[in-house]
């Protein structure tokens, strides 16, 4: 499925685990594609999949990635959240998006490691979700990964070569953000809107908000690069990265 037009971030999603190290436990997977009114837990045994898009090759709806749930770490996950006097509620009945199973079908194919996912926060709201990332921060040493899925440049209506000239000046704002020390690098992210072109490359921040999390649960963590192109679909330009050396 990213394979083609995608096969630089496939590229990078198969290093996933090699940058992870040792197998995690588990993953925590903030997905851009699940806003709730308060930040919601999967808790799911068994989660199907989610076909959330159109338009795309009959094929794209027949992925499967039977990834096991695990309602005890979804349970933590609430805990935690609660007792940190966050909105919070579970979801019993939630599958997969393909925020979800479109990058672990290719990171971690074998579909072996349990998956929680959880939503964003309605209203998005970078603070808080920031804060949310701190207060799932003590999950990384259980051995649990905590990704965010989203995209550096989400603008559906200006992809190609319209997107060339934002998606660039900003993606230089955000790469420059990221190797600031680590207050510098929150409140960086806090003030976005800030940024060159930020409201033509985000015209809404919800694909930009599972970095923030991230952020939040490695904020004294340096920052690597692991995915960068210049060309994507056409001329945007994007990037990834990873926080915390190989295996942390």
């Known amino acids: 499925m990213l394979d083609g037009p995608y096969a630089g971030l496939a590229q990078s999603l198969r290093r996933m685990p090699e940058d992870a190290g040792a197998k995690p436990k588990a993953i925590l997977m903030v997905s851009a594609h699940w806003e709730a009114p308060a930040f919601t837990v999967q808790a799911h045994p068994r989660p199907p999949m989610i076909y959330d898009y159109y338009g795309f090759p009959e094929h794209t709806y027949h992925v499967t990635y039977p990834a096991p749930g695990d309602p005890m770490l979804a349970a933590q996950v609430e805990t935690m959240i609660r007792a940190a006097g966050l909105p919070v509620a579970s979801d019993g009945l939630r599958g ?10 290719v990171a971690y ?3 072996d490691m349990p998956i929680v996912q959880l939503s964003l926060m309605a209203g998005l709201e970078p603070r808080i979700h920031v804060e949310l ?3 799932l921060a003590p999950l990384r040493r259980e051995g649990v990964l905590i990704i965010g899925s989203g995209l550096s440049y989400h603008n559906l209506r200006a992809f190609g070569p319209a997107a060339q000239e934002s998606s660039t000046a900003f993606d230089a704002w955000l790469c420059a953000s990221m190797a600031l020390p680590a207050a510098e690098r929150t409140q960086a992210l806090l003030d976005w809107e800030a940024a060159p072109y930020a409201r033509q490359v985000h015209p809404r921040e919800e694909h930009l908000l599972p970095l923030m999390v991230a952020v939040g649960a490695a904020e004294q963590d340096q920052a690597a690069l692991t995915y960068h192109e210049t060309g994507f679909r056409g001329g945007v330009t994007v990037s990834s990265f990873r926080f915390g050396a190989p295996g942390r």
């Open 109 to 111: 194919p074998e579909a």
């Open 133 to 135: 990332g701190r207060v």
């Open 96 to 105: 997969y998006d393909h925020g979800v199973y479109s990058p672990m079908v």
